[in-house]
C-alpha cells in the first residue's frame, strides 16, 4: 500500500534528552516522495471517492473530467470497515472487525484494527490500513517519548491533537485515515475522532467505516450512560456484528477492548459469523 513516509535514521538515534516538541511534532521529520513536487504526484496515483466527488476546485483536477481522473488514477481507494467506540460511567469499550478488502475482493480476514498507544489508550484503523498502521505507530512512539521526559502519561486530549496535527499538515496528499482515539486519563474515560481531512472531534460515541450505519442502529437503541460493563460490552459487540451481517466490506472477527482506570484489556475475539447466529439463537428463546 502507497503511504508517503518513514521515520528519519538520524531521528530514531535521537536521545531523549534531546526530545522537544517543536522538533519532535515538525512535519519535516516525516519524508515526501523524493520528487520536484510531492503533492501532484500523490493526487495523480491515488484515487479516493471523496476525491473524486469534492475536488473539483484543486488546481491539478479542474480541468479535467470525473471520469478521465479515474482512469489516470493508478491506485483506486476503495475500502470498507466498522470500528466503534463508546465511553460510559466505568469506562469505554471499543469493537472493530477484521477484514480488509482491496475493492471488491478481501484481502485479509485478520487485521489487526486496534493499535496501543500506551498502557490507557488505543487507537482504531479506518481508511488506509498503511497510513493508519503508520501515522499510530508514531503517535505512539511520540507518547513514550513525553512520558519518559515527563515522568507522567500524556492526555487522551494531548495526544489526539498531536494526531490530528500531523494529519492536518499533509491534507490534500491522499491519505485515508479516520482513528478513533480512545483511552482513560486524570480526567476520566476519553474519546476522540480524528481524520486526514484535519477533523478532530470529542463524544462519547462513534462509530467509523462503511458499516457504521449498521453499528449506530444497534448503538442508539441500546446505550445509556450508566450500562454495567457486562451490558456495554456486549452492546459493542452486537453492534458490531450486526455490521458484519449487513455490510459485505466488513467481516471476519468482532473483537472488543475495554479501557478503565486501570488500563486497557482485549475481552474477546469471536468470529462474527458464529457470533451472529449465536445471537439469532439467544432472541429465539427469549421469544
Given amino acids: 500500500m502507497f503511504t508517503l513516509g518513514s521515520v528519519l535514521d538520524n531521528e530514531l538515534k535521537?536521545?531523549?534528552?534531546?526530545?522537544?516538541?517543536e522538533t519532535e511534532f515538525s512535519t519535516n521529520q516525516l519524508m515526501l516522495p523524493n520528487i520536484e513536487k510531492p503533492f501532484e504526484f500523490a493526487q495523480s496515483i491515488i484515487s479516493l471517492e471523496k476525491d473524486l466527488d469534492e475536488n473539483d476546485n484543486q488546481p491539478m483536477f479542474h480541468q479535467q473530467k470525473k471520469e478521465?481522473?479515474?482512469?489516470?488514477?493508478?491506485?483506486?481507494?476503495s475500502?470498507?470497515?466498522t470500528t466503534l467506540a463508546f465511553i460510559y460511567e466505568k469506562g469505554t469499550v471499543v469493537a472493530v472487525d477484521s477484514r480488509a478488502t482491496s475493492g471488491q475482493y478481501i484481502a485479509s480476514q485478520s487485521v489487526q484494527k486496534v493499535v496501543p498507544v500506551n498502557q490507557y489508550m488505543?487507537?482504531?484503523?479506518?481508511g488506509g490500513a498503511a497510513d493508519c498502521q503508520f501515522f499510530l505507530g508514531h503517535l505512539g512512539r511520540i507518547c513514550n517519548l513525553y512520558e519518559l521526559r515527563n515522568n507522567e502519561k500524556i492526555s487522551v486530549a494531548a495526544a489526539s491533537k498531536l494526531l490530528n496535527n500531523i494529519l492536518y499538515s499533509y491534507r490534500n496528499y491522499g491519505l485515508s485515515v479516520g482513528s478513533m482515539i480512545c483511552g482513560y486519563d486524570t480526567r476520566g474515560p476519553q474519546l476522540y475522532y480524528i481524520d486526514s481531512d484535519g477533523s478532530r472531534l470529542k463524544n462519547s460515541l462513534f462509530s467509523v467505516g462503511s458499516g457504521s450505519p449498521f453499528a449506530y442502529g444497534v448503538l442508539d437503541a441500546g446505550y445509556r450512560w450508566d450500562?454495567?460493563?457486562?451490558d456495554a460490552i456486549d452492546l459493542g459487540r452486537r453492534a458490531i456484528c450486526a455490521a458484519t451481517f449487513k455490510d459485505s466490506y466488513s467481516g471476519g472477527t468482532v473483537k472488543v477492548y475495554h479501557i478503565d482506570e486501570n488500563g486497557w484489556v482485549k475481552i474477546s475475539d469471536d468470529d462474527a459469523s458464529e457470533l451472529w447466529y449465536r445471537y439469532e439463537e439467544k432472541e429465539k428463546k427469549n421469544k
Fill in 14 to 21: 535521537s536521545s531523549v534528552e534531546d526530545f522537544s516538541f
Fill in 68 to 77: 478521465e481522473r479515474k482512469e489516470r488514477a493508478l491506485i483506486k481507494g
Fill in 79 to 81: 475500502k470498507g470497515t
Fill in 122 to 126: 488505543l487507537g482504531t484503523l479506518a
Fill in 227 to 230: 450500562l454495567s460493563k457486562e
